[in-house]
């Protein structure tokens, strides 16, 4: 593992100097999603120019090295994780998919009248609707978890809400609003004394902190690449084995099979199971480059940095009179949603992009999380590695320009 700096990083990432409104860009949008290392682009390019090929079927040369490219990526991606072996991962189009995957699946099978599917408000939309669809066809219930003013989730609460008749829990290992890291591994231990199982939304956690879902003891968890400076379309489910082997199949078709007649079909294993059609190949090539190029900076000086960078943009939004904040966790990751006394959050975003300053306004997909705070929208500033002090600065001095006009 190499050293780190902001500027090793911005100088792989070629979107990162371009101008927008004829102003450098500064991307503050990173929860929405990160911008792509020139590592990454080339790879998907150098496949689609020289390696293309359908993996799995077929006997020639080009499917086999595009099946090793996949299953590089999969062995790639369990590692990052901590997974003990790539056959518990799952290729899905994103966070979204796999949570859907698992209340289609396991859920249909293992949540049933009157059961609780415990969901922090904290959640995204992705982390709810899914469990309320499963709920209203399995007649179970939706039973949100309350959030402290600073936005951590109410562990007390929590505590209070589990019983046995919890089926699930589904929490973010980090949330895309206020930015809070709940204490996982102690959540998912808890309900495991209640025999429930956990998912975690690890959307927003994976391009910020180390995860390993054996510690963690997850039983699912979920992400998408595109938050990891890969491309969209493509993410991973991780599922314990013993709950891959149980979980009936999904969507059906060509890869999920061993034999199909008119009579009787029988399936591949998991992963491949689940994994019906043809996956996102160039996905998964960019996915295994991102993990590469971030796998060549030093975790630990990357965590300080993206910790120094936090507390120096908490720092400058302070200074911005009518500026608040929302949520200040203890425990967070560099998502910073906040409201400028006066003047609408949709506004405030568009005046900032004239600026080269690229946030997200609105309500984030996350409508009970603002509603804790009395909101409907809020503008978001979401930090990674390759953002510098100066950026910050900078969106600092348009907010006071904002607030001053
Ligand atoms: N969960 C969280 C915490 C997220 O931030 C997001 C993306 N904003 C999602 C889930 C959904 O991810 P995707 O749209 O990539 O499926």
Redesign the pocket.
């Known amino acids: 593992r190499g050293a780190f700096s902001p500027e090793m990083a911005r100088r792989d990432v070629p979107i990162l100097h371009r101008l927008v409104n004829g102003r450098p860009l500064v991307w503050l949008d990173n929860?929405?999603t990160t911008q792509k290392p020139r590592q990454v682009i080339e790879a998907v390019a150098a496949f689609y120019g020289s390696a293309n090929s359908n993996i799995h079927r077929g006997a020639h040369s080009m499917a086999r090295d595009a099946t090793a490219l996949y299953e590089a990526g999969r062995a790639a991606v369990a590692d990052f994780l901590g997974a003990p072996s790539p056959e518990e991962i799952v290729f899905v189009r994103?966070?979204?998919e796999a949570i859907n995957l698992v209340a289609q699946t396991w859920g249909r099978a293992n949540v049933g009248p009157g059961d609780d599917i415990l969901v922090p408000v904290l959640e995204?939309h992705?982390?709810i609707v899914p469990w309320q669809q499963l709920a209203a066809e399995t007649h179970a219930r939706v039973v949100p978890v309350p959030l402290l003013p600073d936005g951590q989730i109410d562990q007390f609460a929590y505590a209070d809400l589990l019983s046995s008749r919890t089926r699930l829990v589904a929490v973010?290992h980090a949330s895309?609003v206020l930015g809070t890291v709940p204490p996982v591994a102690e959540m998912t231990a808890l309900a495991h004394r209640y025999g429930a199982k956990v998912l975690v939304?690890g959307?927003?956690a994976v391009a910020h902190f180390p995860v390993d879902v054996q510690a963690l003891d997850a039983d699912f968890y979920a992400f998408?690449g595109?938050?990891l400076f890969a491309p969209t379309g493509i993410?991973a489910l991780y599922a314990k084995p013993e709950l891959l082997a149980s979980m009936a199949p999904w969507q059906g078709g060509g890869n999920m099979i061993e034999s199909v007649s008119f009579d009787r079909t029988t399936f591949a294993p998991a992963p491949h199971l689940f994994e019906a059609g043809t996956g996102h190949i160039s996905g998964v090539v960019g996915l295994l480059a991102a993990l590469d190029w971030l796998s060549s900076f030093d975790h630990e000086a990357v965590a300080a940095y993206e910790t120094q960078l936090l507390a120096y943009a908490q720092q400058a939004l302070a200074a911005v009179p009518g500026l608040r904040v929302l949520g200040e966790a203890p425990d967070r990751i560099g998502v910073l949603a906040f409201t400028l006394a006066g003047h609408d959050s949709t506004a405030v975003a568009q005046a900032l992009d004239l600026e080269g300053v690229a946030v997200r306004s609105g309500h984030h997909?996350a409508q009970p999380a603002l509603a804790h705070y009395g909101l409907d929208s809020a503008v978001r500033a979401s930090l990674a590695l390759y953002n510098t002090p100066e950026e910050v600065d900078q969106l600092a001095a348009s907010l006071l320009r904002i607030q001053q006009s």
């Open positions: 929860g929405a994103g966070t979204t995204h992705s982390d973010s895309n939304d959307a927003q998408s595109h938050k993410g997909c």
